[in-house]
């Protein structure tokens, strides 16, 4: 099953270490058991847009769709057999130190109803 790791700013965590930043070792780790698809850094929320339409018109906004101190950063995707083992990843991430990791389920098109994290 893929899930999506949400890397996410948190302002209460402790502050980012450059030097303790071992990004490079966990993709490489990821890669070499096969669960990491790709994942990438994400621009800051200054430089993101909303868009919706209403009523047939097109609206877009500047920055994100909700006003928070935290912010998505960036995201993995990775394939996992279950829930544990996405979470058991998701700790490993160095963001899960100097942020938070939001682990959520992809849910394909075509499947309707709820769908069970496995």
Known sequence: MDYILFI???PAAPEYVQADDNIEEWVAEMDARGVHERGDRLRPPT?????????G???VT?????E???????YDLITCENLDEAIEI???HPMARFGK???RPAWPMGLGGERSAG
């Open 8 to 10: 996410c700013t948190d």
């Open 47 to 55: 430089d993101a847009k909303s868009v919706v339409v209403r009523d």
């Open 57 to 59: 018109q097109v609206r």
């Open 62 to 66: 500047d920055g994100p769709f909700a």
């Open 68 to 74: 928070t101190k935290e912010w998505i950063a960036g």
């Open 90 to 92: 998701a700790a490993k």
């Open 101 to 103: 990791i939001e682990v």
